[in-house]
């Protein structure tokens, strides 16, 4: 189901694929050719990665319901493999998104099991509330902590900050963490 819902797209060298802060609709793949990821912070532009065959981008925008936080540029021609956001969702974010519940994580909690719950709002939101023991990781600065993050731990992030929370199961996903939703 996954391959027959791709559909190819050719790209010519120096083309915008996605545009930094445009509205996400789309994952992509990159099938042949090469391509950059820039971003602009403070008025400056910064090289962020070189994307090869096989590697993909766009998905954070998909599953965070955001903008595209950065812009990717083909270096080379080549084709990319393309997903709409609603197969996107339906075939590979889903699959990936497992939720506890909170009868789940009592007997989680009964086994011994090493948890942490993270809270992926900004400080300001989870100061007025917040799940009891969890720590506040705001989404924008998770990436930056995966490193202090522990791999024998197994990490619940609280539901209470909708799509964000999603996307932030899946970065830990990504990164080889254990992570579920936690569902309130």
């Known amino acids: 189901a996954l391959f027959a819902a791709f559909k190819a797209k050719k790209c010519a060298e120096g083309e915008v694929i996605v545009s930094q802060d445009s509205s996400g609709d789309t994952f992509y793949v990159i099938a042949n050719g090469k391509a950059k990821v820039t971003a602009h912070h403070d008025g400056e532009e910064k090289m ?4 090869v ?3 993909f981008f766009g998905e954070e925008a998909l599953i965070g319901d955001t903008t595209r936080n950065a812009t990717v540029t083909m270096t080379e021609k080549g084709n990319l ?3 709409e956001k609603e197969q996107f969702k339906a075939l590979l974010e889903q699959p990936v998104l497992s939720t506890i519940t909170q009868k789940d994580l009592e007997s989680i909690k009964a086994d011994g099991t090493d948890l942490a719950i993270i809270d992926v709002r900004l400080s300001g939101e989870y100061r007025h509330d917040h799940p009891d023991n969890s720590i506040n ?3 924008n600065r998770l990436r930056q902590r995966l ?3 522990s791999r024998e731990k ?3 992030v609280s539901d209470n900050a909708g799509p964000r929370s999603e996307l932030g199961v899946y ?3 990504k990164s080889g963490f254990q992570a579920y939703l ?3």
């Open 154 to 156: 197994i990490y619940l």
């Open 171 to 173: 970065l830990l996903v």
């Open 137 to 139: 990781i705001p989404l």
């Open 48 to 51: 962020l990665a070189e994307l």
């Open 53 to 55: 065959p096989g590697q």
């Open 147 to 149: 490193s202090q993050l």
């Open 182 to 184: 936690l569902a309130s």
């Open 81 to 83: 493999m393309c997903l």
